[in-house]
Nanobody
Framework: VQLVESGGGLVQPGGSLRLSCAAS????????MRWYRQAPGKERALVAG????????DYPDSVKGRFTISRDNAKNMLYLQMNDLKAEDTAMYYC?????????WGQGTQVTVSS
């Protein structure tokens, strides 16, 4: 089982990034997929969740209207489009897959928002 995140980097405030998560080794389409982030000294927090393509998407108020989660089951890919990035969005971003008692995590991709 692998979840491999990519697309992080350094971006100026107000900029955009698109994170990707490549999944392998499990039946991707069955899993609820989520993005989490963890800033230094803080707990890991949910930033976006999605069960099925076109299904309900969940966002905390801190990113609502700026972040969009999507998935492509044919490609076993999860995405996070992040717009209007702010300094407080700086964190390590993790891809998460869950189905019943099966829970998988990626290694993370760093996003730094700074001028």
């Amino acid at each position: 089982v692998q979840l491999v995140e990519s697309g992080g980097g350094l971006v100026q405030p107000g900029g955009s990034l698109r994170l990707s998560c490549a999944a392998s080794g499990f039946t991707f389409s069955r899993f609820t997929m989520r993005w989490y982030r963890q800033a230094p000294g803080k707990e890991r927090a949910l930033v976006a969740g999605m069960l099925l393509p076109g299904g309900r998407r969940d966002y905390p108020d801190s990113v609502k209207g700026r972040f969009t989660i999507s998935r492509d089951n044919a490609k076993n890919m999860l995405y996070l489009q992040m717009n209007d990035l702010k300094a407080e969005d700086t964190a390590m971003y993790y891809c998460n897959a869950i189905y019943g008692n099966l829970v998988y995590w990626g290694q993370g991709t760093q996003v730094t928002v700074s001028s």
